[in-house]
């Protein structure tokens, strides 16, 4: 349930932005548009079954440190393009990084992918599950262990209770769970 009201109040925070105005009757129309669209694209948009409210409060509460996580990785990933296309910064070791996925459920690691690839200079280019490991493509693959790092905190973030079974995983993805 509070998923579905983090939705809906994130959509109308959403629109109210858009049309640069939280007067009383935007904010009623973008929760009124919000409520429209979630019911007609509500297979796609929620999960079955509902995440749990505690992971659902959760992502909630963590969405403005990781909007702030993303700010600046995209930051930063525009100032080494930048540099980089300029010449005055050089093409050291561009390559393909590694990133186990350990316990990491589907949950985890499809979103992990895209904010990965939301930063320029870097691209999710694959999900090899049967190896268990994640292949991204940076401009600067010289210290891989900082790229592992850097989205290992994305999933900190993302993955309430990671190393603990969430209900909707395969029952090979709880046996990969160390505390399972």
């Given at each position: 349930m509070i998923l579905l009201?983090?939705?809906?109040?994130?959509?109308?925070?959403?629109?109210?932005?858009?049309?640069?105005s939280f007067s009383w009757q935007n904010l009623v129309l973008g929760f009124a548009i919000a409520s429209a669209l979630t019911w007609m694209f509500r297979k796609q948009v929620i999960p079955k079954p509902l995440p749990p409210n505690d992971l659902a409060a959760h992502l909630v509460i963590y969405s403005p440190k990781l909007a702030w996580y993303?700010?600046?990785?995209?930051?930063?990933?525009?100032?080494?393009?930048?540099?980089?296309?300029?010449?005055?910064?050089?093409?050291n070791k561009p390559?393909?990084?590694?990133?186990?996925?350990?316990?990491?459920?589907?949950?985890g690691v499809g979103p992990v992918g895209y904010f990965i690839t939301l930063s320029p200079g870097s691209f999710m280019v694959d999900i090899d599950w049967d190896e268990g490991v994640m292949l991204?493509?940076?401009?600067?693959?010289?210290?891989?262990d900082q790229v592992r790092k850097d989205a290992e905190k994305y999933y900190k973030l993302w993955e309430y209770g990671r190393h603990v079974p969430l209900p909707w995983m395969s029952p090979e993805d709880k046996e990969r769970t160390p505390d399972a």
């Open positions: 009201i983090g939705l809906l109040l994130g959509s109308t925070a959403v629109f109210a932005m858009m049309v640069a993303l700010f600046v990785d995209i930051m930063k990933g525009t100032w080494i393009m930048i540099l980089t296309t300029l010449g005055l910064r050089p093409l390559g393909i990084v590694r990133i186990p996925l350990h316990t990491h459920s589907p949950f991204v493509h940076v401009i600067d693959a010289s210290d891989p």
